[in-house]
């Protein structure tokens, strides 16, 4: 079966850095769009990225760019988050998700248990 696995999250300065990692396993890798999201305390969901099969990233939100930067490793299935100058309000438990397609603009159908950044001095 489906299964989505996120690590690498901690507690970092800010200003700092992190990467997420998200292995996958139960389906074709390469043909599937995978993303990131987050949800912070008392917010809802929000997207970060999203990875293409094609290697075609898109940013869910303005203020992640820059920042943030998403890459995937087919031969070992499994999808980077790299982020720097960490802010505050970054903090949030960290979702990837596999797509529904091949594309970024198909839905998100599966979600991992997800990994705790906090971002704090």
């Known amino acids: 079966q489906v299964q989505l696995v996120e690590s690498g999250g901690g507690l970092v300065q800010p200003g700092g850095s992190l990467r997420l990692s998200c292995a996958a396993s139960g389906f074709i890798f390469d043909y599937y769009a995978i993303g990131w999201f987050r949800q912070a305390p008392g917010k809802e969901r929000e997207g970060v990225l999203c990875i293409s099969s094609s290697d075609g990233s898109i940013y869910y939100a303005d203020s992640m760019k820059g920042r943030f930067t998403i890459s995937r490793d087919n031969a070992k299935n499994t999808v980077y988050l790299q982020m720097n100058s960490l802010k505050p309000e970054d903090t949030a438990v960290y979702y990837c998700?596999?797509?529904?397609?091949?594309?970024?603009?198909?839905?998100?159908?599966?979600w991992g248990q997800g990994t705790q950044v906090t971002v704090s001095s």
């Open positions: 998700a596999l797509h529904s397609g091949s594309y970024c603009a198909s839905s998100p159908d599966y």
